[in-house]
């Protein structure tokens, strides 16, 4: 049974910058697809960054060129790191993944990763 568990986030000026982090309980860096997600109150989940088993990434629109998502092997873990953040990146974060293959169109998709945590909130003012 995979958990997965984010940590990283605060409150933060405009401008500033925050590295989120997602530690899994059991091994699932190279092997799953994996991505973040944000979510504020009424408005549906949507996908900020996405990472394949080969290590491929991907962005949402907004966040390209600001944020970015990578892994380390060795500790199990998933980075988001967020440079340059905006008001509008205020949101609960959530780390997510999928055990089974996805395809590349649903990756920003919540409902094709079976695995969440509860989310780290990240305020931008």
């Known amino acids: 049974h995979v958990q997965l568990v984010e940590s990283g986030g605060g409150s933060v000026q405009v401008g500033g910058s925050l590295r989120l982090s997602c530690v899994a309980s059991?091994?699932?860096?190279?092997?799953?697809?994996m991505g973040w997600f944000r979510q504020i109150p009424d408005k549906e989940r949507e996908g900020v960054a996405g990472?394949?088993?080969?290590?491929?990434?991907s962005y949402a629109d907004s966040v390209k060129g600001r944020f970015t998502i990578s892994w380390d092997n060795a500790k199990n873990t998933v980075y988001l790191q967020m440079n340059s953040l905006k008001p509008e990146d205020t949101a609960m974060y959530y780390c997510?993944?999928?055990?089974?293959?996805?395809?590349?169109?649903?990756?920003?998709?919540?409902?094709?990763?079976?695995?969440w945590g509860r989310g780290t909130q990240v305020t931008v003012s």
């Open positions: 997510a993944l999928a055990t089974s293959p996805i395809r590349v169109s649903d990756e920003f998709r919540p409902s094709a990763y079976n695995v």
């Open positions: 990472i394949e088993s080969d290590g491929s990434t």
């Open positions: 059991v091994d699932t860096i190279g092997r799953y697809c």
